[in-house]
């Protein structure tokens, strides 16, 4: 899946979040999204890197210590 799948994904995730919600207002969307995409992304990526932290973080593009944190938020660990 590249990139812009990806993006399409989420945009049409967000679309029927938005069609359910009806006329109540969304809120924390931002925070929903991130939160939501965050564990399997990193769950995806650390089997990608075997476990192996450190190459993770690299794939990621973050500090290892950033990726530890966000491993212990998520019970990854």
Known sequence: MSKDNIQDVVK???EKYFRDLGEMQPHNVYEM?????EKPMLEAV???AKGNQSHAAEMLGI???????KLQQHSLL
């Not at 999204?33 to 995409?37: C, I, K, S």
């Open 12 to 14: 049409k995730s967000l």
């Open 46 to 48: 650390m089997v990608r």
């Open 33 to 37: 999204v991130v939160v939501t995409v």
């Open 63 to 69: 500090n290892r210590n950033t990726l530890r944190k």
